[in-house]
């Protein structure tokens, strides 16, 4: 029973493989359509979209190079890696692991800035000027900000001290077969004795307070565009209509199938600890699904606006056409 848990984090690394190969492939797609295919009516959301894509790829290589773990453990959250590549020490992997997880605060940032554009290209025209030229670069500003206090809460306030190690390090060994001074380890442990950690308890507030901002505007545009878009929808052309309703369902997609099944269950474990229960679960089966997201977030918008669909019909008649012209010349 000493290595239980391996076989699941083969199946992680699987799963990141996975995801990084899928996002590079349906990432690039979405990419390259958006900035040189699509040329109608997207107007400057498209580099919205092109750098989702961009960040979505930047997070899977990440999980690809480090393959990060989670493990809950009684009252506490372990968060690890058995390799240490490009000869990095322990303190700079733990760092790095911190830098991964402000990867995902920054596109959980990402989606609540398209709902922003959304809602603005809806019921405020004018206020899009704010995404265009050097206003782009507040956006930038802006998701980038969050990842980096989101890196900082997890590098400083999860490192581990003597007490973390002496409760987790029988737990990494059975489970693991590693000793845990010899690997990147950060740790949410919610007691220690009678007292709370508070020095976990501060980072996951931060954590926490970043989400509830993010989700909020999301909640927030999001109904005012349910309730209000048919009313404002009536004054534009069928055209215009059509494309605001598709950006607007892929939008819904795109949150709501990873709050469901990802964002959801993974909050649901960073709070467990606090129930002091005895368990030990591989919680990365349930991380091992983040890095796949950012190519089901390419297949989503480019299922749900069928102008996607329509260049991609022509660019690969154009291109048979093309590669079938050459060969009847000869023939010829």
Known sequence: MSSAYLPYIRYCIFMGNLGFFSNAIFGFILVYLTLF????????????L?????????????????HTFLHTYNASLIYFSLSRPLGLSNFQMEWMMGVYTGLYSATICQLAIQFIYRYWAIFDTAKLKYFNGAFY?????????????????????????????????????????????????LGLIAYEG????????????????????????????????????RTKLTALSPQHRRLHRQFFRALMIQITAPTIILFCPVFFMIYVPFADLEMSFPSCIIQSGFTVYPALDSIIMMSCVSEYGRVLKNFLKNTTAKYKEPKLRKRR
């Open 37 to 48: 295919h699509v040329k109608r009516q997207f107007g400057s959301y498209k580099y919205l």
């Open 50 to 66: 092109a750098n989702f894509q961009v960040l979505g790829f930047i997070f899977a290589a990440f999980e690809f190079l480090f």
């Open 137 to 185: 670069l507040l956006w930038v500003g802006y998701y980038s900000f969050f990842g980096v206090l989101w890196a900082f809460a997890v590098g400083h306030f999860f490192a581990m001290d003597g007490f973390g190690r002496k409760y987790l390090g029988d737990e990494i060994l059975l489970r693991y077969e590693r000793n845990i001074t010899e690997i990147p380890v």
């Open 194 to 229: 009678d007292g709370i950690r508070w020095r976990n308890v501060y980072g996951l507030s931060l954590m926490t307070l970043i989400s509830t901002v993010q989700y909020s505007i999301i909640i927030v545009c999001g109904h005012q565009m349910f309730v209000g878009m």
